[in-house]
C-alpha cells in the first residue's frame, strides 16, 4: 500500500500543480500583469506548490525531516538529474546571468540553509523569514535586470489563458489546491510507512523517492523538449528553481512551523551533496569548452546523481 500511496499521491501533486499554474496565471492576465513578470514571478511560485504543500505537510504532521529531504533532494535533482539529462540529449549553452546573478544567488541560498541549520538544528521562524526576503530580493533583481536588457518575455507561457473565464479560474484553484493537500498527505503517508518497511529513515526515502517525484514534471518538461529540438529547459530555470524551493518552501514553511532536523546525515551528508553539485556547475561550464555544458558532463552529472542515490540507501 505505501508505493500506492506514493504514486497516487504524486499523480494527485503533478494534477494539482498543473491546475494551479492554469488558475495563478489566468489570474495574472486579469490583473494586468507583463508576461515577464508572470514568467519570472507568478510560474516560478506556482511550480513550487507541490514541494511547497509536502513540506508543510510533512512539517505539521512530524516529520520534519520528510519537509527538508523533499527540498534538499529536490535540488540535487534538478542539477545532477535533470540538467544532466537534458545535457546528454542536446549540450546547453550557459549566459553570463548565471555567472553574475543566478549561480551566487543559489550559493547564498544553500550556503545559509546550511548555516541556519547548523547552529542549532533548527530552521526557525526568524530564519525562514530571512530566507523568504532574500528570495524576493532575487526576483526583483532578475525582473530589473531583465527589463534593463530587453529581455523577452518566456515563451512558454499559454496566452490563452487571458481568456479563461472566472468560473474556471476559480475551479481550478480549487481542485488544484485540493489535489494537491490530498497527494501531499497520501505521499507524506505513503513515505513514512515504506521507510517502515525497508528499515531506512524517513530521510532517505526523502532525498530518493519524494524527492525524485516532485521533479518529475521538470524531467519530463525538459526531456521532450531536448528530443523535438526545441529550447530545453534552461539552466536559469533550474538554478531559478532550487533558489525558489529554499526561499519560498523552507521559509514558508519555516515561518508556519520551525522545522527540527532529527536526521543529522542531512548535514553531514546530503546538504553537502546539494552544495557540491551546485558548486560544481561553473567548472562544468567552463572546462574543457567554455560557457557550454556537455554531453559528457552531463553524463558526470548523472553518474553523481546514482551515486548519491546508491550512498543513500547503502547506509
Same mark, same amino acid.
Given at each position: 500500500?505505501?508505493?500506492?500511496?506514493?504514486?497516487?499521491?504524486? #499523480?494527485?501533486?503533478?494534477?494539482?500543480?498543473?491546475?494551479?499554474?492554469?488558475? +495563478?496565471?489566468?489570474?495574472?492576465?486579469?490583473?494586468?500583469? +507583463?508576461?515577464?513578470?508572470?514568467?519570472?514571478?507568478?510560474?516560478?511560485?506556482? $511550480?513550487?506548490? @507541490?514541494?511547497?504543500?509536502?513540506?508543510?505537510?510533512?512539517?505539521?504532521?512530524?516529520?520534519?525531516?520528510? %519537509?527538508?529531504?523533499?527540498?534538499?533532494?529536490?535540488?540535487?535533482?534538478?542539477?545532477?538529474?535533470?540538467?544532466?539529462?537534458?545535457?546528454?540529449?542536446?549540450?546547453?549553452?550557459?549566459?553570463?546571468?548565471?555567472?553574475?546573478?543566478? =549561480?551566487?544567488?543559489?550559493?547564498?541560498?544553500?550556503?545559509?540553509?546550511?548555516?541556519?541549520?547548523?547552529?542549532?538544528?533548527?530552521? +526557525?521562524?526568524?530564519?525562514?523569514?530571512?530566507?523568504?526576503?532574500?528570495?524576493? #530580493?532575487?526576483?526583483?533583481?532578475?525582473?530589473?535586470?531583465?527589463?534593463?536588457?530587453?529581455?523577452? %518575455? @518566456?515563451?512558454?507561457?499559454?496566452?490563452?489563458?487571458?481568456?479563461? @473565464?472566472?468560473?474556471?479560474?476559480?475551479? =481550478?484553484? #480549487?481542485?488544484?489546491? $485540493?489535489?494537491? =493537500?490530498?497527494?501531499?498527505?497520501?505521499?507524506?503517508?505513503?513515505?513514512?510507512?515504506?521507510?517502515?518497511?525497508?528499515?531506512?529513515?524517513?530521510?532517505?526515502?526523502?532525498?530518493?523517492?519524494? %524527492?525524485?517525484?516532485?521533479?518529475?514534471?521538470?524531467?519530463?518538461? +525538459?526531456?521532450?523538449?531536448?528530443?523535438?529540438?526545441?529550447?530545453?529547459?534552461?539552466?536559469?530555470?533550474?538554478?531559478?528553481?532550487?533558489?525558489?524551493?529554499?526561499?519560498? #518552501?523552507?521559509?514558508? $514553511? %519555516?515561518?508556519?512551523?520551525?522545522?527540527?532536523?532529527?536526521?543529522?546525515?542531512?548535514?553531514?551528508?546530503?546538504?553537502? =551533496?546539494?552544495?557540491?553539485?551546485?558548486?560544481?556547475?561553473?567548472?562544468?561550464?567552463?572546462? @574543457?569548452?567554455?560557457?557550454?555544458?556537455?554531453?559528457?558532463?552531463?553524463?558526470?552529472?548523472?553518474?553523481?546523481?546514482?551515486?548519491?542515490?546508491?550512498?543513500?540507501?547503502?547506509?
Amino acid at each position: 500500500m505505501s508505493i500506492f500511496y506514493i504514486i497516487i499521491g504524486l #499523480v494527485l501533486l503533478v494534477i494539482g500543480g498543473d491546475l494551479l499554474v492554469r488558475s +495563478s496565471v489566468s489570474l495574472s492576465f486579469k490583473l494586468k500583469l +507583463s508576461k515577464l513578470v508572470i514568467g519570472m514571478t507568478v510560474v516560478s511560485f506556482a $511550480t513550487s506548490a @507541490p514541494e511547497l504543500i509536502v513540506s508543510m505537510q510533512s512539517a505539521f504532521s512530524g516529520h520534519p525531516d520528510l %519537509a527538508l529531504s523533499n527540498v534538499i533532494g529536490s535540488n540535487i535533482a534538478n542539477i545532477a538529474l535533470v540538467l544532466g539529462v537534458t545535457a546528454l540529449i542536446a549540450p546547453l549553452n550557459v549566459d553570463m546571468e548565471f555567472f553574475k546573478i543566478n =549561480w551566487p544567488k543559489m550559493m547564498i541560498a544553500s550556503l545559509l540553509l546550511y548555516l541556519f541549520l547548523q547552529n542549532d538544528l533548527i530552521l +526557525s521562524r526568524l530564519e525562514g523569514g530571512f530566507l523568504l526576503l532574500l528570495l524576493v #530580493v532575487f526576483v526583483i533583481i532578475i525582473i530589473y535586470r531583465a527589463r534593463k536588457l530587453h529581455k523577452s %518575455a @518566456p515563451e512558454d507561457i499559454d496566452e490563452s489563458l487571458k481568456e479563461s @473565464p472566472n468560473y474556471k479560474i476559480i475551479l =481550478w484553484l #480549487v481542485l488544484g489546491g $485540493t489535489s494537491l =493537500w490530498f497527494g501531499s498527505d497520501l505521499l507524506v503517508k505513503g513515505a513514512t510507512d515504506l521507510a517502515i518497511t525497508l528499515g531506512v529513515s524517513e530521510r532517505v526515502i526523502g532525498v530518493s523517492m519524494v %524527492a525524485l517525484g516532485t521533479s518529475i514534471p521538470e524531467l519530463a518538461a +525538459s526531456v521532450i523538449a531536448a528530443l523535438k529540438k526545441e529550447k530545453a529547459i534552461s539552466l536559469g530555470n533550474l538554478i531559478g528553481s532550487n533558489i525558489f524551493n529554499i526561499g519560498s #518552501v523552507l521559509g514558508i $514553511t %519555516a515561518l508556519i512551523k520551525p522545522i527540527h532536523v532529527q536526521d543529522v546525515q542531512l548535514l553531514h551528508s546530503d546538504i553537502f =551533496w546539494m552544495m557540491g553539485i551546485a558548486a560544481a556547475l561553473v567548472p562544468l561550464a567552463l572546462i @574543457p569548452k567554455r560557457y557550454s555544458i556537455s554531453r559528457f558532463e552531463g553524463f558526470l552529472l548523472v553518474g553523481s546523481y546514482v551515486l548519491f542515490i546508491y550512498l543513500s540507501f547503502a547506509k
